[in-house]
């Protein structure tokens, strides 16, 4: 583990320890949140902690033509209930992001100022979101830094305030970025709902090479 200052770089990926923790602060701007996404490093720390930067191996990825689909998902698409935009919301994603209750979470790791950098990111084009409306109300949404020179899609975060909104926009956004040639979509770490969708864990050192 490295501790980095404001205009240190981050020390190689390889430096990361067993659970991926690489460095402790720096900061949170634009160049540094780009160099880090472009090197398979991402912050992730609530209020109570100092800046965080990880790159854990493995590392859970979905390749978009793995994507699975279940049979009732597959009704959910079909009823046509939600309706999926794109960067209409994108504040207003995060704000629920950061504030959907989560087992298991007793607070948010969405802290103001990373909140303020995505916004930022977002303004440079490189953070998208995807908001999942029923009727006129945002029920559910996702957001992640779209490395398009590389082909792929870094996921952040994901909410639902109705049953498989987020689920619904996922599925939709993989299909879109598969159109649009997106090789990876970057998930960070295991979860059942994830590896339920078709995600899987690969090594850091093939994960790396899509960032070549």
Not at 179 to 200: F, N, P, R
């Amino acid at each position: 583990m490295y501790i980095i200052r404001q205009n240190d770089d981050f020390p190689p990926i390889e430096y990361a320890g067993e659970d991926g923790l690489l460095a402790i602060g720096g900061d949170l701007s634009l160049k540094r949140l780009t160099t880090a996404y472009q090197r398979g490093i991402f912050p992730w720390y609530d209020a109570s902690q100092p800046t965080l930067w990880w790159s854990p191996d493995p590392r859970m990825v979905l390749f978009p033509e793995k994507l699975k689909v279940s049979k009732s998902m597959k009704q959910v698409l079909k009823k046509g209930n939600f309706r999926v935009t794109y960067n209409e919301a994108f504040a207003e994603v995060l704000q629920n992001c950061a504030s959907i209750d989560r087992k298991g979470q007793s607070g948010t790791w969405l802290v103001r100022e990373m909140i303020d950098a995505y916004i930022g990111l977002h303004q440079l084009g490189m953070a998208i979101s995807i908001e999942v409306w029923e009727e006129n109300e945002l029920v559910g949404g996702l957001y992640g830094i779209y490395l398009r020179e590389k082909q792929v899609f870094c996921g952040e975060s994901m909410f639902a305030k109705k049953s498989n909104a987020s689920k619904f926009g996922f599925i939709q956004m993989v299909k879109n970025l598969q159109a649009e040639g997106v090789k990876l979509i970057d998930c960070q770490v295991y979860t059942k709902h994830l590896a339920s969708l078709g995600a899987e864990e690969i090594s850091r050192g093939k994960f790396l090479k899509y960032l070549e």
